[in-house]
C-alpha cells in the first residue's frame, strides 16, 4: 500500500460545527503532517508528528486541533473555524523527518466553511 | 528569512515545446525536491536531488542541482497535454530546534494541444 487517504474528500460546515478529517497511511511512514493550500499557492505546513508526538506545530490557531491516535492515523479536529480557513487540506507522510525521502500527499479534503 | 523563489509563475506553451522552470534559495541547501500537482489534485513526488551539480532524468524530464546547492531547474522537453500541472521545488530549512520543507510558490503550466 502506497497512498495515504484522506476522509472526507468534501467537507461544508458551518462556523458553529465541530468536524473532523481523518488521515490513514499504511506504509510505516513515521512522520505525518497537515497542510494547507489555498488555490494558486503553495502548500503551507501547519503541524508534523513524528513517532506519534507533535514535533512542529506552526502557530496554527487552537481552532484546528491535531491528533495522532497511533503510527498509522493522523486527525485534525475543527472547530468553530472562520470562512477564511477554506481551503484544501492535504495530509502527507514520510518515511522520517531526515529529508532522504520525499512526502506521500493524501488527496485532501475540500473544506468550505460558510 | 530563508527563502526559495521560483520562475516563472505562470508558462504557456504550445505542445511540443520545451519548458523550464527555475528554483533558487536564499541559503544553500541540503537536497531539494520537485513536486508535480494537476489542477484539482494533490502533489505528487516527483524527485529528489542530493549532490552537487546533480542531474537526473526521468523520461522527457530533466532535472539539475546547481554547483553550490542553491539552485535548481526542471526542464521538460516535447511537452504533451499530460505535462500540464503546478510544478513545486521545496528544500529543507532550519526552524529553530527543527527543519522544515521550505517551498517555492510553484510554475504552472499551461500547454496548448
Known amino acids: 500500500d502506497t497512498e495515504v487517504t484522506q476522509t472526507p474528500k468534501h467537507l461544508v460546515m458551518g462556523m458553529t460545527n465541530k468536524k473532523s478529517l481523518k488521515c490513514e497511511q499504511h506504509?510505516?511512514?513515521?512522520?505525518m503532517y497537515w497542510y494547507k493550500q489555498k488555490a494558486k499557492k503553495p502548500p503551507e505546513l501547519m503541524f508534523v508528528y513524528s513517532y506519534e508526538k507533535l514535533s512542529i506545530n506552526e502557530s496554527v490557531p487552537s481552532r484546528f486541533s491535531p491528533e495522532c491516535p497511533n503510527s498509522s492515523l493522523l486527525n485534525l479536529h475543527l472547530h468553530a473555524l472562520q470562512p477564511e480557513d477554506s481551503a484544501l487540506y492535504l495530509c502527507?507522510?514520510?518515511?522520517?523527518?531526515?529529508?532522504?525521502?520525499?512526502?506521500?500527499f493524501g488527496s485532501g479534503t475540500r473544506l468550505t466553511v460558510v | 528569512g530563508q527563502q526559495v523563489m521560483q520562475i516563472p509563475q505562470y508558462q504557456h506553451v504550445q505542445e511540443g515545446e520545451d519548458f523550464t522552470t527555475y528554483c533558487n534559495s536564499s541559503?544553500?541547501?541540503?537536497?531539494i525536491q520537485w513536486y508535480k500537482q494537476r489542477p484539482g489534485g494533490h502533489p505528487v513526488f516527483l524527485i529528489q536531488?542530493?549532490?552537487s551539480g546533480e542531474v537526473k532524468k526521468q523520461k522527457r524530464l530533466t532535472f539539475q542541482f546547481g554547483e553550490a546547492k542553491k539552485n535548481s531547474s526542471l526542464h521538460i522537453t516535447a511537452t504533451q497535454t499530460t505535462d500540464v500541472g503546478t510544478y513545486f521545488c521545496?528544500?529543507?530549512?532550519?526552524?529553530?530546534?527543527?527543519?522544515?520543507?521550505?517551498w517555492g510558490l510553484g510554475t504552472s503550466l499551461a500547454v496548448n494541444p
Open positions: 502527507a507522510s514520510s518515511q522520517d523527518l531526515d529529508f532522504n525521502y520525499g512526502y506521500t
Open positions: 521545496a528544500g529543507p530549512i532550519n526552524a529553530g530546534n527543527n527543519r522544515k520543507l521550505i
Open positions: 506504509m510505516g511512514h513515521r512522520a
Open positions: 536531488l542530493v549532490k
Open positions: 541559503t544553500t541547501l541540503s537536497n
